[in-house]
């Protein structure tokens, strides 16, 4: 059986540095960069993963120029009143994960309505991290838990692993199986800090606008011929002990 990651997330870097090798705004490279990402998606699903997750928006990104930022919220304005249609026609699941204080109620009330359209779907779940940081995530989770202790509603003896990912805003989302980040560098930046622990990572030297279903296949394939220790053996090697033992059981 081809081992597929269940949940697969995506830095997609590179769309300035496309749009900057073609003389062209920063914003058609994000406008282009979100088509690969619905193709990607599409492919992703005809593969069997079931869960894909894209960092849209950094924390961060709030620094870059204002013509850039408002370039991508429109785009992504675009994306919820236009493409909520084929999402459900696909079957696919949005969610959207970050702070969206900062959004203008507009927005805000657009992503609601897209969450809510496609909440039913049971096919591919499309999260997109918007005004995300990992640091801020579990900030925010451990402030809203020492609220909750210090007005009687959780003792501290009950803050477990999984009591803490609940109150993250990605609290629905299992951990990630693999991360592939395209662009050609190899760093994280502040994505998904949590849930990337046991995470096979994937760095892709393709801009991401140029993304393609070879690439993913690619990554894909390289994810399959890992073995994955989880701080143990690997299966391969709890096989090759198992075999052991039963050729010295058959040979006694």
């Known amino acids: 059986m081809i081992k597929v990651p269940h949940h697969l997330a995506i830095i997609m870097d590179g769309n300035?540095?496309?749009?900057?090798?073609?003389?062209l705004p920063s914003v058609s490279g994000h406008r282009e960069g979100s088509e690969t990402l619905k193709n990607i998606a599409r492919h992703a699903?005809?593969?069997?993963?079931?869960?894909?997750?894209?960092?849209?928006?950094?924390?961060?990104?709030?620094?870059?120029?204002?013509?850039?930022?408002?370039?991508l919220f429109s785009l992504l304005r675009g994306?919820?009143?236009?493409?909520?249609?084929?999402?459900?026609?696909q079957n696919v699941k949005l969610r959207v994960i970050g702070n969206r204080q900062r959004f203008g109620s507009r927005l805000v009330d657009l992503i609601d309505w897209a969450e809510r359209s496609t909440s039913g779907n049971t096919g591919l779940n499309l999260t997109l991290?918007?005004?995300?940081?990992?640091?801020?995530?579990?900030?925010?989770?451990?402030?809203?838990?020492?609220?909750?202790?210090?007005?009687?509603?959780?003792?501290?003896?009950?803050?477990?692993?999984?009591?803490?990912?609940?109150?993250?805003?990605?609290?629905?989302?299992?951990?990630?199986d693999l991360l592939i980040r395209t662009g050609g560098e190899q760093r994280i930046s502040n994505f998904m800090l949590w849930d990337i622990s046991y995470a096979e990572f994937y760095f892709s030297p393709v801009l991401w606008p140029d993304f393609t279903k070879e690439d993913?296949?690619?990554?894909l394939n390289e994810f399959t011929n890992r073995d994955r220790r989880f701080g143990g053996d690997t299966v391969s090697q709890i096989n090759e002990r198992v075999t052991s033992i039963a050729d010295k059981r058959r040979s006694s």
């Open 16 to 23: 300035r540095r496309w749009a900057r090798q073609r003389g």
């Open 45 to 71: 699903s005809e593969r069997d993963v079931r869960w894909l997750t894209a960092f849209a928006f950094s924390f961060e990104n709030w620094s870059r120029p204002k013509p850039e930022i408002d370039g």
């Open 79 to 89: 994306f919820l009143e236009n493409d909520i249609g084929e999402l459900n026609e």
């Open 129 to 176: 991290a918007l005004d995300y940081g990992g640091r801020q995530e579990i900030t925010s989770a451990m402030r809203q838990l020492a609220i909750e202790v210090e007005t009687g509603i959780l003792a501290v003896d009950d803050i477990k692993e999984d009591v803490i990912k609940s109150r993250m805003t990605s609290a629905a989302l299992p951990e990630i």
């Open 216 to 219: 993913l296949v690619r990554a």
